[in-house]
Structure formats: structure tokens, C-alpha cells
């Protein structure tokens, strides 16, 4: 059975033009990820309370080395990467690592 194939442009498809925005869907529930975040250890508290202020943040784990891992809830992936992106702008904040991502599907 022969199936007939939509030709693609690459150019398109790199630049997300080829998907409008009706055929982007929302999650219902939002999203959630893991973070691990390596701070200096000795202002290990100070980047933790700055953690814990951004909307959706909580600790989950917490290592005296200098190791925090960090759950977000957010609304949508935007949100999820600005958050990713925020912690990793803290002071004495040395790297924010993704490390697991799902859509939270109630």
C-alpha cells in the first residue's frame, strides 16, 4: 500500500515554522522536572532560600557538598525554562542540570 508523503522543507522545520499554534497543545496539568543544582557549599543555604522563593521550587534533596536536587511544577514548558534558567542565573550557583522532565497528566 503506497502512502503519499507531504514533502517537508528542513529550513521550516528547524525554525518551528512548520507548526502553527492550534496544533500546539497545552498540557492539562502542567509540567514537572528534577534540577540538580551545584552551588559553592559554604552559601549552600543562602542559594536554597532563593530556590525555594521561585514560584513551583522545592527542595527535594539536599547534599553538605554543595548539591541541591530541585522539583518544579510549572504551568507549561515556558515557564519550566525560565525557572531553569533563573536558578541557574543565582549567585554562587555553578551549573542547573535538567534531569528529568514529564507532563503531569493529573
Do not use: W
Not at 17 to 33: C, F, K, N, Q, S
Amino acid at each position: 500500500m503506497a502512502r503519499s508523503h507531504t514533502a517537508i522543507d528542513r529550513r521550516t522545520l528547524i525554525t518551528g515554522r512548520l507548526l502553527t499554534a492550534d496544533r500546539v497543545i497545552t498540557p492539562p496539568d502542567g509540567e514537572i522536572a528534577s534540577i540538580l543544582v551545584q552551588v559553592r557549599p559554604e552559601r549552600l543555604a543562602r542559594a536554597e532560600a532563593a530556590i525555594v522563593a521561585l514560584e513551583g521550587c522545592e527542595i527535594h534533596g539536599r547534599d553538605a557538598r554543595g548539591k541541591l536536587v530541585v522539583v518544579v511544577d510549572a504551568p507549561d514548558s515556558g515557564s519550566l525554562g525560565t525557572t531553569l534558567n533563573t536558578i541557574a542565573a543565582l549567585p554562587d550557583v555553578y551549573s542547573a542540570s535538567l534531569v528529568f522532565h514529564a507532563i503531569d497528566a493529573g
